[in-house]
């Protein structure tokens, strides 16, 4: 989109962009004051330049709900703190306005973008502020750039350093927790609590942590704010509300950062949203969702995603072509859809070359195979791992990272070391064309490795900021610019790396590691708060199967089948092929439906149920388990339907059919047919016509 510039105002060049007619949004610049309105049809933010020239927030507020807003701490709020020798970018720094505008981006977006610098000329910030069609957010990042011959020590930075005030009002909070430990410490947990009286909700968030980025609060009235951050590394968020200055103080800084700027070098601050929402924390997560599906998170390119999956860990490392091929063939039978062969196809770990002892025809003819079978073709990449006898560490032992994982014995890679990268690149580039490769599954023990060598090319202090950033997305951004085509599962020892910077990069991500049916469930209950229903893709390991075992990995996508097809039973695979079929004629719905949590955490000892209503066809579909432990249920009450419509009720397993009313279902619930411990059950309600 071209610019126009159309005026001068004190030095500063006021820039519009060349629009269609575009209503839906005001993004507007009052040069007399010094202020930026951003609104579309639903929510508004302000920002402003004030007399001192201190940048502050202003406010973020619902355009429907004068109830639902949050303005500034009349202290001073600032979307800006940065750290370093001699300097403070915060609240109270001054600046001079060098350049604004805004322009149209894609997906449906618009963008101020504003210049700014402190009136000592040692830095320059280049802030762009979004916001989107029908969406209740805006969004926020910025670059510093050094304009000073000397250089800028960045040691620093805060990624969310919001101070809201309460304005007499109480808040819950809402956060989530990752896959850590092995599961053992944290299988996506949902956390409330009531802020004050020295009550925080703490997230210690980023690859190797232990929450998902993202929180939502809501206050008595159930006006809610959400929040997320774009940053692979590890943050700690931080919500705090003093009821007695009224003051609600975000945070989320980055955990170490330690980067020096030349004149002309810049840093790129991770992006943060903040969303408004209005009801309970289902609500939370489905405006959530559906602002990372139209601004954040990478698109799907095939609309048939997510996928059924097969995946060879089952047969650990003991893969062979013959054994592949036997599953391809039946795999495609089932109607699955990408083959993905896991750890073990290598050489070793680091030298990513086919064994050729396992693969005596090459990789290349293995997935030409799978390609002929109808499939898409994957590999299992742990790219920031080498065993110590592998070529690359024999020949660049300086390349380990100073501390070291473990993953299957072998040794970490500083991924921020250039050489490292650059090697990576070419490797991942070369796989790619070599082996006609169209998904990676991309695994490793933490994917932001903490490095202190003073021989690499980022600084002792900075590998966490470094490794995030300069590592791992920009191997992932440099390789998907020059091969589009293919798309990343994110698996980091499990659900480890839940960010909104991952979901930029990847398509999908794993939430429990290679697990049964109830840590299964468990994981998408709560992972389906803050992400997408395609972040959750699950491992189904079972060889023999039944409806309990097949429905409990169903909801979300991926499906990845772990299973040893060639050993599996006559009815077994019948099965496995008619819940393919089922499952694909659920997953558009799903995908785009808002889920909603019938039930507390699943549990053995209790019936657990979950809800996808799809807005746009006012239908909805339940799934519901009684585990080995759990009494028989009676009914269980639906959400989100209307009350004054009816609906056909129908059970997937038994064909039953009937017509209830909206209220009727909202009010006294869908009788549940589980006579049996390890019993599952869909039910479809749809409009009638």
Not at 199 to 209: E, L, P, R, T
Not at 336 to 349: H, K, P, S
Request: charged residues 20%.
């Amino acid at each position: 989109m071209g610019l126009l510039r159309s005026g001068l105002l004190t030095g500063c060049v006021i820039l519009a962009a060349v629009l269609p007619s575009w209503g839906q949004f005001n993004f507007n610049y009052d040069a007399g004051q010094r202020r930026w309105t951003l609104a579309n049809t639903i929510v508004e933010a302000n920002f402003a330049l004030n007399a001192e020239g201190n940048f502050r927030f202003e406010g973020f507020h619902s355009l429907h709900n004068h109830n639902n807003a949050w303005m500034a701490y009349p202290a001073g709020s600032s979307p800006l703190r940065i750290d370093g020798d001699g300097f403070l970018f915060d609240q109270n720094t001054q600046y001079r306005l060098v350049a604004t505008g805004r322009r149209q981006i894609p997906r449906n977006g618009m963008r101020y973008f504003i210049v700014l610098e402190d009136l000592e000329r040692r830095g320059r910030l280049f802030i762009e502020i979004e916001m989107y069609l029908g969406q209740p957010a805006v969004r926020f990042s910025a670059r510093l750039r050094n304009v000073n011959p000397q250089p800028l020590h960045v040691t620093g930075l805060d990624i969310l350093p919001l101070a809201i005030a309460g304005n007499g009002r109480s808040f819950r909070s809402f956060t989530v927790e990752q896959w850590w430990g092995g599961g053992k410490g944290g299988n996506f947990q949902v956390n409330q609590r009531t802020l004050g009286e020295g009550k925080q909700a703490i997230i210690y968030s980023g690859a190797y942590g232990q929450q998902c980025s993202w929180f939502a609060l809501r206050d008595a009235r159930n006006n809610g704010l959400f929040a997320g951050w774009e940053f692979d590394g590890r943050a700690i968020g931080v919500v705090d509300h003093d009821p007695g200055k009224e003051l609600l103080q975000l945070a989320a800084p980055v955990e170490g950062i330690d980067r020096t700027l030349a004149q002309g070098e810049e840093l790129a601050i991770p992006a943060f949203f903040l969303g408004l929402y209005e009801g309970d924390w289902d609500e939370a997560g489905y405006v959530t969702q559906r602002f990372v599906e139209a601004a954040v998170a990478h698109p799907a390119s095939d609309s048939r995603f997510p996928y059924v999956s097969w995946d060879s860990w089952n047969y650990d490392l003991y893969l062979d072509e013959a054994t592949l091929r036997r599953n391809a063939r039946i795999a495609a039978d089932l109607g699955i859809e990408l083959f993905v062969i896991d750890l073990g196809w290598a050489r070793q770990i680091g030298d990513w070359y086919a064994d050729p002892r396992k693969f005596p025809s090459g990789m290349r003819a293995l997935a030409d195979y799978v390609h002929s079978l109808g499939m898409k073709f994957g590999l299992h990449f742990a790219f920031a791992e080498a065993a110590a006898s592998s070529p690359v560490l024999l020949e660049n032992p300086d390349w380990r990272s100073s501390e070291n994982y473990h993953y299957f014995s072998a040794d970490s890679l500083c991924l921020s070391h250039r050489p490292v990268r650059e090697w990576l690149l070419a490797q991942t580039l070369r796989l790619i064309d070599d082996y006609d490769i169209d998904w990676i599954l991309q695994d490793g023990e933490n994917m932001v490795k903490k490095c202190v060598k003073t021989t690499h090319t980022h600084a002792p202090g900075d590998s966490n900021y470094a490794n995030a950033t300069d590592g791992l997305d920009w191997l992932i951004d440099r390789v998907r610019e020059q091969r589009p085509k293919v798309e990343w599962e994110n698996c980091e020892d499990g659900g480890n790396m839940m960010t909104y910077s991952m979901t930029r990069r990847y398509v999908t991500s794993i939430n429990a590691d290679d697990s049964g049916p109830m840590t299964t469930r468990q994981a998408v209950y709560g992972a389906s708060y803050p992400f997408p229903t395609r972040y959750m893709d699950r491992y189904m390991p079972n060889t023999q199967l039944t409806p309990y075992i097949t429905r409990s990995y169903m909801f979300g996508g991926p499906w990845i089948f772990m299973n040893r097809l060639p050993d599996m039973r006559p009815q077994d695979l019948q099965l496995a092929a008619s819940e393919v079929r089922l499952y694909k004629s659920m997953r558009e719905h799903i995908r785009e439906g808002k889920v909603f949590h019938l039930t507390g955490r699943p549990a053995e000892t209790r019936v657990d149920a979950i809800e996808s209503y799809h807005a746009a066809t006012g239908s909805a579909i339940v799934f519901a388990y009684r585990p080995g432990s759990a009494p028989a249920p009676r009914s269980l009450r639906v959400r989100g339907l209307n009350r004054a419509l009816s609906y056909e009720v129908r059970y997937q397993d038994s064909g039953r059919t009937l017509m209830m009313t909206g209220a009727q279902l909202l009010d006294s619930g869908i009788d549940l047919n589980l006579t049996s411990v390890n019993s599952a059950e869909i039910i479809f309600i749809t409009p009638e016509q």
